[in-house]
């Protein structure tokens, strides 16, 4: 029986829920050096607490595995096993990986790194030993003819995948080539890592430009007198890692030859990093040689949605048919996307031959910023476009953002997100939030952490810059651990960090799931304003939420399997659905209030500035399906097969072919593209889960009203999709949703 919120109830925890984050928080350095309690787990008392856990962890790992090696098991003990092993791991892995991305410690960044580097090199070189291989192998031909109980549908599924990175790993090589193996690999994780690094970094620190009075019309005049310094020079110096700045001087400097400077500027690069990018990719070109594959992207796609529904799985022979559905989706993409982006710069080319100001009326990539200015002022009305949108900012403080999330996954899944206590020194910045995930029924389901404001530039190391979702732990059965793998458990653990589930009529014991979502937000003022945040960064929110909701929502008993660890081009799919509620104009509607009147958004001002954000929304997505092009370019044989590899004039060719605005000579933009190392071979699958999603909601929800409809259709995704993470196919999943998956398979491969 569901616990029905009164309203008052909903209104105070909502109230609640908006303060924690709008309110201005404390000091940005309380708890910043504070390691010993992150997340509430208990470190060794050590200068470096990380290197001397992921050691600890590591020799956990290896009794594991010879307990695994030493005899004869059953599949169900076997692979119980090898998911603890991971799992041991991985509590390590997944929280260092975390503290390098947003820890303002460098000392402590320094220390995880470290621990990280350690645990990667010695889980590759589990990922190829035979002897761990050979008993699954075993256990698995026994299923078949030995007298022993059953095991259970997520086991097989597990069995099978984790016998799937064994063979990704290479365990066929020869003993010479498998040690290989391990080193390339290693040395893809310290170039992917390298590459992350320098992504956010530019070649040259400012330009300067002659005349900078005369040259800078139409910029701000408050900003000219920065750069001249304070008009007491005749030179203009722009910087160019400070990403506002630039940005401004693109879109509003008449000159264009300035433009084109700064544009130059931000988009070049030095031998450096394009040689880093480039060494990863042969990297990974030489892995793939090492397995037999034609290509890295044959090697990466082989288990994706990509293939066909129903197909079953063939390691060896069916890549190739996978690369090409990928190739034939975005190419019809395009073919489908590419006139309407065409008519857009069209509009541009008008604007810019009424300016005058040059013969060649060809938008340029510097042009796209300052003539898209004047394309917004015709759409919808005359006011002026910032001001506008800076009215329609006052109603979505990220307090009342996330309030409304938590409103609309109640009505889809029961859910709400409940302000928690984080004890001193469980978070690594005063910014971050602590925030139970609670079921109506059930209760607290997982944790997560939010840190979604930008740091000030003196404020520790660097913190991720962009938005994403790191999962800390992943949820899984832990009540027989000692059955199959004959000691207590330990390493990384927290206070009231498992929960009690009844599963087939009896209660069983599994880990809480954690979760971080970060952002990078501007900070509340201190003087009492929240952060408020545009459509565009309301819709972020929504994405990452369902990255979180989508981890948390598993039922599975193996970590192998739960939350996002499934086919990287369904892990976009529960994202995209829930951030699809943040482009419905009535959701946002039910959603914005001011923060200092209270009062509604009118639904109008929210369909006037989706009109001015929707003007190059064809450009935009054009721009995406080149960078998806791109990265399977990067990642095809032609690449592997290539003496000289160019990653330069690869761009140059996929740009001029697939996008509407000309390739600009002299650029490196590949080596600002940080996908290219956490989603190689990927990059697709945010086109291929938008799809998906698409049908999700059309089917679900279309032409429904009232709040029985939202939760029938939130509880068939909850049942069929989520909570199943990556223990059964996807194209399943949507079949039993309602789906017509042949249809959908038509639509997605025309």
Same mark, same amino acid.
């Given at each position: 029986m569901r616990r029905a919120l009164s309203t008052a109830t909903a209104a105070r925890l909502d109230r609640n829920l908006q303060q924690l984050f709008d309110k201005p928080p404390v000091s940005a350095h309380a708890f910043a050096r504070e390691t010993a309690g992150l997340f509430g787990y208990s470190l060794p008392p050590t200068r470096t607490p990380w290197t001397s856990a992921a050691r600890a962890s590591a020799e956990r790992a290896r009794r594991l595995a010879a307990r695994v090696?030493?005899?004869?098991?059953?599949?169900?003990?076997?692979?119980?096993l090898l998911d603890a092993l991971s799992d041991e791991l991985c509590s390590v892995l997944d929280v260092t990986e975390l503290v390098l991305n947003v820890h303002p410690a460098k000392d402590v960044v320094r220390d995880a790194a470290e621990a990280n580097a350690l645990l990667t090199s010695f889980m590759n070189e589990l990922n190829t030993d035979v002897g761990l291989y050979q008993a699954l192998k075993d256990a698995m031909d026994r299923v078949t003819y030995v007298n022993e109980p059953q095991p259970s549908e997520q086991t097989k599924t597990v069995a099978e995948l984790l016998m799937r990175d064994f063979q990704k790993s290479g365990i066929h090589l020869s003993g010479n080539d498998r040690r290989k193996f391990v080193a390339v690999s290693d040395d893809i994780l310290s170039l992917g890592n390298r590459f992350v690094r320098a992504c956010s970094q530019f070649s040259c620190e400012s330009v300067e430009v002659e005349n900078g009075r005369n040259r800078l019309l139409g910029v701000d005049e408050r900003l000219v007198k920065q750069l001249t310094k304070q008009g007491q020079s005749k030179t203009a110096i722009i910087p160019i890692d400070n990403s506002v700045i630039p940005a401004m001087i693109l879109k509003t400097a008449r000159d264009e030859d300035v433009r084109r400077i700064v544009y130059l500027a931000m988009n070049s690069s030095n031998e450096e990093a394009l040689w880093t990018v480039e060494e990863m990719l042969r990297k990974r070109a030489e892995l793939a040689k090492l397995l037999g594959k034609v290509s890295?992207?044959?090697?990466? %796609?082989?288990?994706? =949605?990509?293939?066909?529904?129903? /197909? !079953?799985?063939?390691?060896?022979?069916?890549?190739?048919?996978? %690369?090409?559905?990928? =190739?034939?989706?975005?190419?019809? /993409? !395009?073919?489908?996307?590419?006139?309407?982006?065409?008519?857009?710069v069209g509009k541009l080319q008008d604007i810019k031959r009424a300016h005058g100001r040059t013969n060649n009326s060809q938008i340029l990539a510097w042009d796209e910023l300052f003539y898209s200015q004047f394309l917004n002022a015709s759409v919808a009305n005359t006011t002026p476009a910032s001001a506008v949108v800076g009215s329609l900012r006052a109603y979505f403080s990220v307090g009342t953002v996330i309030a409304g999330i938590s409103a609309l996954l109640q009505r889809l899944y029961g859910l709400r997100l409940e302000p928690a206590t984080a004890l001193p020194g469980e978070t690594w910045h005063a910014d971050v939030r602590k925030v139970h995930i609670v079921h109506e029924d059930e209760g607290v389901v997982g944790v997560v952490y939010l840190d979604l404001f930008a740091r000030s530039d003196g404020d520790g190391a660097a913190k991720f810059d962009g938005a994403a979702q790191f999962t800390v732990r992943c949820s899984r059965r832990v009540d027989d651990y000692e059955e199959f793998c004959g000691e207590r458990r330990s390493g990384l653990r927290a206070p009231d960090s498992e929960v009690v589930r009844i599963q087939d009529g009896r209660a069983t014991l599994y880990q809480l799931p954690i979760v971080v979502l970060v952002t990078q937000f501007d900070r509340p003022a201190s003087t009492g304003v929240p952060c408020l945040l545009g459509l565009n960064e309301v819709e972020t929110l929504f994405h990452e939420m369902g990255h979180v909701m989508h981890s948390v929502m598993a039922r599975t008993d193996y970590q192998h399997i739960s939350g996002t660890r499934c086919a990287l081009d369904f892990v976009e799919v529960p994202s995209n659905f829930l951030q699809s509620f943040a482009r419905d104009d009535e959701v946002l509607a039910s959603i914005g209030t001011h923060y200092s009147t209270g009062e509604k958004v009118p639904i109008e001002m929210i369909r006037n500035i989706r009109a001015r954000h929707d003007v190059l929304e064809s450009v935009e997505k054009q721009k995406q399906i080149k960078m998806a092009v791109l990265d399977q370019m990067y990642h095809s044989a032609e690449q592997m097969e290539s003496v000289n590899f160019d990653t330069t004039r690869m761009l140059r060719s996929v740009q001029n072919e697939i996008h509407v605005i000309p390739y600009a000579e002299g650029t490196h933009w590949q080596t600002q593209f940080s996908h290219l190392f956490s989603y190689g071979a990927s990059y697709y699958s945010y086109f291929w889960a938008r799809r998906v999603s698409d049908a999700l909601r059309d089917r679900m929800f279309s032409g429904l009203s009232g709040e029985d409809s939202l939760r029938e259709g939130g509880e068939v995704i909850k049942n069929e999709l989520l909570q199943w993470g990556g223990g059964r196919d996807p194209w399943v999943g949507l079949g039993k949703a309602g789906i017509d998956i042949d249809d959908l398979s038509r639509h997605i491969n025309q």
């Open positions: 090696a030493a005899s004869p098991l059953s599949l169900t003990a076997t692979v119980k890295y992207a044959q090697l990466w %796609l082989s288990d994706k =949605m990509a293939r066909s529904p129903g /197909l !079953s799985f063939n390691y060896c022979g069916i890549s190739k048919r996978f %690369l090409e559905t990928v =190739m034939r989706f975005l190419t019809a /993409l !395009s073919a489908e996307n590419k006139p309407l982006a065409i008519a857009e």
